[in-house]
């Protein structure tokens, strides 16, 4: 009994072992299964993070080229804006241009004819003096009174010729509606139609500028004939 024993102890040892060895064998099983599943799980993971980095990348991409088309254009509307202020500016710049000409210009003509209206007040009192001297130019010579008078005659029109006065030339000039004021026409032999024939009253220039036209007596363009009608009339006045 006791050797039956001992014989089958060895037996019983190789079963535990054996046991051992197939629960060490199935526990190393388990552990390469779950590093095998944790390595695929680790690279499912990766593989979703990569994808998930790649939309992220393909999406910020996409930002980056929206934000850069926002910028693109807000930079087109300021070169636009920039154009248009451009534009505006030399606009400005051309009317205050010729605004600051437009103002000298009007300065210089205010100081140019700036007494106009005391020149023209004064151009009746010279129409005194010139008919005066013309009335008594046989007493000239004589009379020291005169002489004066026609000193201070010509003094004065110095003076306003310092300041631009000048004398219209009209007589026997052709007519000009720009110089002159016609007030009759008539008919003269050998002289050419429409020649001032006569000075009535003289014309002033201020400047080159006309303040007073001549007042003239024109030829006409044709002689004026007599007709039987009138010479009847005449006529028939004088046997009256």
Do not use: C
């Not at 030399?90 to 020149?119: C, G, H, P, T, W």
């Not at 029109?157 to 110089?179: E, R, T, V």
Request: aromatic share 6%.
């Amino acid at each position: 009994m006791d050797d039956k024993e001992k014989v089958n102890l060895p037996e019983e040892n190789n079963q535990t072992s054996n046991d051992n060895n197939n629960q060490t064998q199935n526990q190393n099983e388990a552990i390469n299964q779950e590093q095998s599943i944790s390595e695929h799980t680790e690279e499912t993971r990766e593989d979703v993070l990569n994808q998930l980095e790649g939309e992220k990348t393909e999406e910020k991409g996409e930002e980056e080229i929206s934000e850069m088309e926002k910028l693109q254009n807000e930079i087109n509307q300021l070169k636009e804006e920039i154009n248009q202020w451009k534009d505006k500016f030399l606009r400005k710049m051309a009317e205050f241009d010729n605004y600051k000409k437009r103002v000298e210009q009007d300065q210089i003509q205010l100081i140019k004819y700036s007494n106009e209206k005391l020149i023209k007040d004064l151009l009746p009192i010279i129409d005194d003096f010139e008919r005066t001297l013309t009335f008594s130019k046989d007493e000239l010579k004589n009379n020291s009174i005169l002489q004066g008078v026609e000193m201070v005659y010509n003094k004065l029109m110095k003076i306003l010729s310092n300041y631009g006065l000048k004398k219209i030339d009209a007589l026997n000039q052709p007519f000009d509606f720009n110089y002159h004021e016609a007030l009759l026409q008539v008919p003269k032999d050998g002289v050419e139609p429409l020649t001032v024939i006569e000075e009535v009253e003289k014309g002033y220039l201020l400047n080159d500028k006309v303040i007073r036209h001549s007042k003239v007596i024109v030829s006409s363009e044709t002689n004026i004939e007599t007709s039987p009608s009138d010479n009847q009339n005449d006529n028939n006045e004088e046997v009256k």
